[in-house]
Nanobody
Framework: QVQLVESGGGLVQAGGSLRLSCALS????????VGWFRQTPEKEREFVAV?????????YYAEAVKGRFTVSRNNAKNMVYLQMNRLQPEDTAIYYC???????????????RGQGTQVTVSS
């Protein structure tokens, strides 16, 4: 079992930055991929980014965030981060992190999920 808790959301003006954190606890020694997703009431939950594998992994991004968002992982602290730069109002959503072994962009295939943190970008 792995528990995930997101933090770092908030209100920011367009063009600003936020760093989201995902704290992992439990069986953190497993080689999980940790992904970030987001959801608004108007849209289905969508893939944002993933850091694959606990060791020697790489990162992948959705086209909408490529070049603006960066995912990183600190295994010593059992943390995964999502640095979000040049935020736009369309980035407003609840952001979730999830851990698992399946398809990186498919929320349903992740084994463990956090409760989410709200990000609001004002214009």
């Amino acid at each position: 079992q792995v528990q995930l808790v997101e933090s770092g959301g908030g209100l920011v003006q367009a063009g600003g930055s936020l760093r989201l954190s995902c704290a992992l606890s439990g069986r953190t020694d497993k080689n999980y991929a940790v992904g970030w997703f987001r959801q608004t009431p108007e849209k289905e939950r969508e893939f944002v980014a993933v850091f694959t594998n606990r060791t020697g992994g790489t990162s992948y991004y959705a086209e909408a965030v490529k070049g603006r968002f960066t995912v990183s992982r600190n295994n010593a602290k059992n943390m995964v981060y999502l640095q979000m730069n040049r935020l736009q109002p369309e980035d407003t959503a609840i952001y979730y992190c999830a851990a698992g072994f399946g398809s990186y962009s498919n929320w349903d295939l992740y084994d463990y999920r956090g409760q989410g943190t709200q990000v609001t970008v004002s214009s």
